[in-house]
C-alpha cells in the first residue's frame, strides 16, 4: 500500500470528519458490548489496530476493562508505538500490542475465540473475496457469545448488506448496523455460532490500494 496509515489517523483528530463519528460510534458499541459481557474474564482482538483509538480507551474507563486480555495488531511500528504508549498510560497491563501482520491466523492463535474481535479499517481496504473469507474466519476468532465490531464505507457499490449477509451465513446476528456519517458504515455482529478451529498459516485478507474509508 502507498497510503501513509499514520498520517491517515490525522482525521481522528478532526471534529465532526466522518472518522471521527465512525470512532466514537465503535467506541459506543464496545461499551454496550462490554456492558452485556458475562462475568470473568475476557479476550480481545483487534486487526489492523492501527494507534489503538477506539479500544484502547473504552477499556480504560469502563468498569470491565481490567477483565480483558486483548493483542493488538498493527503493521505501521509507527502506529504500534502510539497504541502500546496508550494502554502503558491508562495501566492496562493485560494490552499487548504487536507489530506484525494482521492479516496471518496465526496472530491471534492463543486468544481466539475472543469475546471480542474488532476488524475496523480492513474491509474497505481488501477485495469483495477477501472481506467474505474474513467474515467467515470471524467464526473461528470469535467466541460464542462474543461481538464482532466492523466498519466499511458506504460509497457505491454499497457493499454492506451482503457483508451482513454473509455474516448471517455463518451463524452471526445483526445487534447494529448505522452509518454515522456519510458514506460510513458501523457493524456489529454477535455469534450464535460454535467456534470453528482457527486454521494456522492462512492469510485473510491483503490490502489493495484503492480509495475508501474503510
Sequence with gaps: MTRDWHSWHDDYDRPGSPLARRLAEVRRHLRDALDEAPAGPLRAVSLCAGQGRDLIPVLAEHPRGADVTARLVELDPRNAEIAATAARDAGLTDVEVVVG???????????????????????????????????????????TGGTVLWTRHRGEPDLVPTICDWFAEDEFTPVAVTTPADRVG?????????????????RMFEFVDRPGTA
Aim: with cysteine.
Design 186 to 202: 458501523v457493524g456489529v455482529h454477535r455469534f450464535l455460532g460454535r467456534p470453528r478451529p482457527l486454521p494456522t498459516g492462512v
Design 101 to 143: 501482520d494482521a492479516a496471518r491466523t496465526d496472530a491471534y492463535a492463543d486468544l481466539a475465540p475472543a469475546d471480542l474481535v474488532l476488524v475496523c479499517g480492513v474491509f474497505g481496504n481488501v477485495s469483495d473475496a477477501d472481506i467474505r473469507t474474513t467474515v467467515s474466519h470471524c467464526a473461528a476468532l470469535c467466541a
